[in-house]
């Protein structure tokens, strides 16, 4: 004869849910994972009664079950890329304990500038010792602030002494990190720590917009001419060692309001 289970006995057996303080091993967090403490009472019917469970506080500046956040406690995704953002900050919503995710950007909004040069000049030539002509050429511009600020493009490699390539250069995201190393046309700007800009503060480099040149001759007479249109520059951290660029993703970005024409004498390298 198989024997009858025995609600009372302090054993937990057939369906009982529990019997007196036997409850199989389980706790308040295994009948239900909202609960962080606490502790499971057995009914005389050999039901589990929660009653005795605790649910997390919010306030109590302690994250814990459901709650993302709670106070300076951000919990283990506090940061923007935990929820699909690109950059920004988090902060914990403390009436709900979630995280708030108002700070995050998947991309951040350029600021329009519309430069007044103050002063350009331009060197071209064969570099000395090398075989390719380059030129490089620099504005200081008034960008309405106190801080000093240079425009400067660098063209190599692929121009023709006293000739000119006409082909207009679209800058794309990908220039960000890759026109460093990779590309014949450079377009910075920089901001400055004094009126030499030597070196630049900051470095912004072109993830949109496009290069046209105009008028490309040798020195001492010739001019290196043209615009730049639709650019919009992107804070990047340039490494001393390698000359490897990283984008700073949530630093300052630039936008020209309008097209950007200019011209400067090009002298001898
Ligand atoms: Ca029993
Ligand atoms: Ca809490």
Not at 41 to 60: K, N, R, S
Not at 150 to 174: A, H, K, M, R
């Amino acid at each position: 004869m198989v024997p009858q289970p025995v609600c009372g006995d302090g054993v937990m057996e057939g369906d009982e849910e529990c019997d007196g303080d036997d409850f199989g091993g389980l706790f308040c967090s295994d009948v239900n994972d909202l609960f962080v403490g606490g502790y499971l009472y057995c009914l005389d019917t050999c039901q589990i009664d929660v009653a005795h469970c605790e649910l997390p506080i919010c306030g109590d500046d302690v994250a814990e079950g459901n709650e993302e956040c709670d106070g300076l406690d951000m919990g283990p995704t506090a940061d923007c890329t935990d929820h699909g953002f690109r950059c920004g900050y988090t902060s914990c919503d403390n009436d709900t304990c979630t995280i708030d995710t108002s700070g995050c950007f998947m991309e951040v909004p350029c600021d329009s500038i519309d430069p007044v040069i103050l002063s350009e000049w331009a060197i071209g030539g064969y570099v000395e010792g090398g075989s390719e002509y380059s030129y490089v050429y620099q504005s200081l511009v008034d960008l309405g602030d106190t801080r000093t600020w240079v425009i400067q493009i660098e063209l190599y490699g692929d121009l023709v002494p006293g000739g000119l390539n006409t082909d207009p250069v679209t800058f794309t995201e990908e220039d960000l990190t890759m026109n460093l190393a990779s590309t014949a046309h450079l377009v910075f700007l920089f901001e400055c720590m004094d009126p030499d800009c030597d070196p630049p503060m900051k470095y912004y480099s072109p993830k949109a917009g496009t290069l046209q040149l105009t008028s490309l001759e040798e020195a001492p007479t010739g001019v290196l001419a043209g615009t730049l249109d639709g650019i919009e520059w992107k804070q990047i951290r340039v490494s001393g060692e390698t000359g490897d660029a990283s984008v700073v993703e949530c630093g300052p970005c630039y936008a020209l309001s309008s097209a950007w024409t200019f011209d400067a004498t090009v002298n001898s390298p």
